[in-house]
């Protein structure tokens, strides 16, 4: 397949120089890294086609499908973009954070392609198991999460433990490409990026394993192995991988923030030990916060309740709030010391903004701080969980951190792979610009409009219809459909928005401009190269960063307040 | 100058995976530098904290929420 | 080096970090302790907890209690359940809530008995007139949670399911009427 191979200057041994980044890169890398984030695009179209019944649906003023299709689709959206868009990237980010910035080749191969291949059956597997599933009552639709005893189809549950071992196997390059480098030098600290995908990769084990515990024993069920069921351990495993695959998002999207910011935004490392240290918080705490979907539960303790929701004392989100400060501090002082600060936000404003892989990042950045990481430290409180447990509210959380957070980064790390790794210039420059605003405005306000009619009327999840009626009663939600209205007018252009997207990179790769010398690609080097004389650059100045944080932390506080008064004004309920 | 570039080249030609290559003088320079601060190696030890992580992790989300749920008692 | 993909300086533990990082290390370092204080003090201080005991059960065991419990409890004219004390048993059931509609009074604390005869189901609960305030609950087969509750505000409460649990999923929904006197 000529997309995936290259016409690079490989040398005899098989690498080349990158001439935006500097790497050295290794074809065994590279082609693994083009396939894996192809079939990511691919499922996002997938997804993308459901989100569109979906929102269409829930908008209930046209409510296109009806309880028999609805869950199917909805199914289908969240694994398609929740798990596949996400997991496929992630192993290619393994694959770049790994071999590709520590120069080496990728050893193993044959796990790689097999790991793919695994990946694709259990997809497919997943796809068409729940697209051709008879409904009720033992084949219902499993939506995201299987909560059994709801029965699904078997074929489902094997999918995704296919899905979760191709995972696992393809991630074994990786681990192999650590360990041979710390072999060899033992007393060399990794790179940051390189760290950070270290830290991704072991987040990912956790949420992999248990994963395979919750699937392997609801399949056992299902098949008749095992007798009975237990829907609080069911939970309690299932949320590993659920919520699991959700921090291994976060990792892998951090990591690309220091890696984008750096070669597209002239961004430097503020402080390794300082940065470091958020990296190792999150692997001792992050996947503790599987907890927060079990807070308006039975079973399981208030002790073991709190500490799991915080992350330890909220440990990780401490590692979160330092990674806020770091990331936009390393492209103001990086920036400054190239001479493009000047005052407060010089270094902002004089960053490549036309360059949707600029833009595309610091968006992400910006919303997945603002929208999603508060949302989700505050709804993760056991006590407000109870005014955001299974409604819209939830769904504007996450649709927050992952469908404009993790899904913007990932699409400017696509727009920027299309341009190094495939070689060809972007498609339609001009709606390639724009579609980062596009997306990001328009996927923003959705999720706004998501989380208030969760939480000012209360709108339940993953139910086909509820706003106008009620059948058999004479209650409704009637007083929310202005909100759904322009909820539904927003979801619709962020769908659009992301068509834009996989327009731009489908017309790119197939009719794209050839990039055929550095010259082609020196634009994406910022301001045309480093000059690294100067101070130390934590010498430089970073109060255009402590005036966005301060703003974030009145925006964090306000929240959580007001979360608070309006739970501390309901019914008094519990021990 | 070029500028094309952002980040300097390699001091040194590339290593590829055979264990205990030291050809090049600038890596064989660094590799004797043993006495970087105590915390500094900690976080190079990528195995260790990975397995104290893994532990953390089962003993606090896993051990105790098992612990909760075996120990459900039966209706009053 | 300061680039995040070359390996650092020899010496980056001993960096200096910048005045203004340090700032924020300690601002959100102390935030973080900050509401991890409050959320755990709440359990002591607030009178919002999702705190209860949990008893294992199984479906039929639950149906015998839900069963006694209505034999124990009066009808008012339209049907609606007048508990005999302050145990409450609601039970989720592909697609109704089996213990509605029921009455309840003002000021008085009941022992919420939740469960389900089937699937899990979300036992989520507002005042008719003030659809912003509501609670949510994950209502599991085979455990029984026990939830205190007293409301304040007399009026129609709704309660529907917002946990996906079959084609008949959104027509779930009981009424729980509290009054000032019974």
Same mark, same amino acid.
């Given at each position: ?46 997804? #993308? ?28 959206? +969240? ?20 071999? /590709?910035? =520590? ?11 097999? #790991? ?28 995201? %999460? ?21 995972? &696992? ?41 248990? #994963? ?7 399949? =056992? ?31 892998? /999207?951090?990591? &690309? ?10 961004? @430097?490392?503020?402080?390794? *030990? ?65 001479? *493009? ?29 603002? &929208? ?48 190094? /790794? ?64 322009? =909820? ?88 | ?51 104290? +992580? ?23 | ?14 960096? *200096? ?16 302790? =900050? ?18 005991? %949990? ?43 089996? #213990? ?52 304040? @505000? %007399?009026?129609?409460?709704?309660? &529907? ?9 959104? %027509? ?11």
């Amino acid at each position: 397949m000529t997309l995936l191979t290259s016409d690079d200057d490989y040398d005899d041994e098989g690498f080349r120089t990158c001439s935006v980044t500097g790497l050295d890169i290794h074809q065994t890398a590279e082609g693994p890294v083009k396939l894996f984030g192809l079939t990511a695009v691919i499922a996002m179209l997938i997804g #993308g086609i459901f989100a569109l019944t979906v929102a269409t649906t829930r908008w209930e003023v046209i409510g296109l499908l009806g309880p028999g299709d609805f869950y199917q689709h909805l199914t289908l959206h +969240a694994w398609n973009l929740l798990i596949f868009w996400m997991v496929f990237m992630e192993i290619a980010i393994l694959y770049v954070g790994g071999p /590709m910035v =520590l120069g080496r080749r990728l050893p193993l191969t044959i796990a790689a392609k097999a #790991g793919w291949v695994l990946m694709v059956v259990g997809a497919l597997v997943i796809n068409v198991s729940v697209f051709t599933a008879g409904g009720f009552p033992n084949e219902n639709a499993p939506l995201l %999460t299987g909560y059994v005893p709801l029965e699904s189809p078997p074929a489902f549950y094997a999918g995704v433990v296919v899905f979760i071992l191709g995972a &696992v196997v393809a991630a074994l390059p990786f681990f192999l490409t650590l360990w041979r480098e710390r072999r060899e030098f033992p007393s060399r600290s990794l790179p940051l990026v390189a760290f950070g995908a270290f830290i991704t990769s072991i987040i990912a084990f956790e949420a992999l394993v248990g #994963g395979l515990i919750a699937f392997v024993y609801a399949l =056992l069920w299902r098949i008749d192995v095992l007798g009975s069921v237990d829907a609080a351990f069911y939970r309690q495993m299932y949320w590993t991988i659920g919520h699991g695959s959700q921090q291994i998002n976060l990792a892998a /999207m951090v990591t &690309v923030w220091y890696f984008l910011t750096h070669v597209v935004g002239g961004a @430097e490392v503020v402080s390794q *030990k300082v940065s470091r240290t958020a990296f190792i918080l999150y692997l001792f705490f992050i996947n503790l916060g599987a907890a927060h979907h079990l807070m308006s539960d039975p079973v399981v303790s208030s002790g073991w309740r709190l500490f799991n929701t915080s992350y330890a004392f909220y440990g990780a989100a401490f590692a979160s709030m330092i990674h806020a400060f770091a990331i936009p501090a390393g492209l103001e002082a990086g920036r400054r010391k190239r001479g *493009k600060g000047g005052g407060l936000l010089g270094w902002l404003t004089s960053a490549p903004w036309t360059n949707p892989v600029f833009s595309a990042t610091i968006f992400s950045i910006i919303l997945f701080g603002f &929208v999603g990481g508060i949302t989700g430290v505050v709804m993760g409180q056991m006590q407000v969980n109870m005014t955001w447990h299974n409604n819209f509210a939830t769904v504007g959380h996450f649709h927050g951190t992952v469908a404009v957070g993790t899904t913007l980064a990932f699409m400017g790390l696509v727009f920027f792979v299309i341009r190094t /790794m495939f070689k060809r210039q972007l498609a339609f420059p001009r709606l390639a610009s724009l579609q980062p605003y596009f997306y990001a405005g328009a996927m923003g306000i959705a999720v706004l409009m998501m989380m208030y009619v969760g939480l000012l009327y209360g709108i339940p999840r993953r139910t086909v219809s509820i706003v106008q009626n009620i059948p058999g009663t004479n209650f409704d939600f009637a007083a929310a459909a202005p909100l759904f209205a322009i =909820l539904g007018v927003f979801a619709i252009l962020a769908i659009v928005a992301g068509a834009a997207f996989l327009l731009v990179a489908v017309a790119s790769l197939l009719v794209g401009d050839r990039v055929t010398s550095p010259a082609d690609n020196a634009d994406l080097v910022p301001d045309g190269g480093a000059e690294d004389e100067g101070k130390p650059l934590h010498a430089y100045e970073m109060r255009g960063t402590f005036f966005f944080v301060l703003i974030f932390m009145a925006v964090f506080v306000l929240s959580y307040v007001a979360n608070w008064w309006f739970l501390s004004e309901l019914w008094s309920v519990g021990l | 100058m070029s500028g094309a570039y952002i980040k300097k080249p390699n001091m040194c030609p590339r290593t590829y995976s055979a264990p205990g290559m030291l050809t090049c003088p600038y890596i064989m320079a660094r590799e004797q530098d043993s006495d970087a601060p105590f915390m500094q190696r900690l976080y190079d030890r990528i195995w260790l904290l990975a397995l104290l +992580a893994v532990l953390f992790w089962a003993v606090s989300y896993l051990l105790w929420g098992w612990l909760d749920i075996v120990s459900i008692p039966g209706v009053a | 080096m300061t680039s995040p993909l070359d390996t650092p300086d020899d010496d980056w533990w001993n960096t *200096k970090i910048n005045r203004r990082e340090s700032l924020w290390l300690g601002i959100s370092g102390l935030w973080s302790i =900050l509401i991890f204080g409050w959320m755990s003090a709440y359990t002591r201080i607030g009178d919002q907890n999702p705190i209860g005991e %949990t008893f294992e059960t199984s479906p039929e065991e639950f149906q015998q209690a839900i069963s006694e419990y209505q034999s124990a409890a009066s009808e008012r004219d339209d049907g609606a359940i007048v508990p005999a004390d302050t145990d409450v048993y609601i039970a989720g059931l592909q697609w109704q809530w089996l #213990g509605t509609p029921v009455v309840l009074e003002a000021g008085t604390e009941y022992d919420m008995h939740l469960s389900s005869l089937d699937v899990q189901h979300g036992f989520s609960i507002r005042p008719r007139d003030s659809l912003s305030k509501h609670m949510n609950f994950q209502i599991l087969p085979g455990y029984e949670w026990v939830l205190p509750m007293e409301f304040d @505000e %007399t009026g129609t409460y709704d309660i &529907v399911c917002n946990e996906f649990c079959g084609t008949g999923h959104r %027509t779930m929904h009981g009424t729980l009427e509290v009054v000032e006197e019974l």
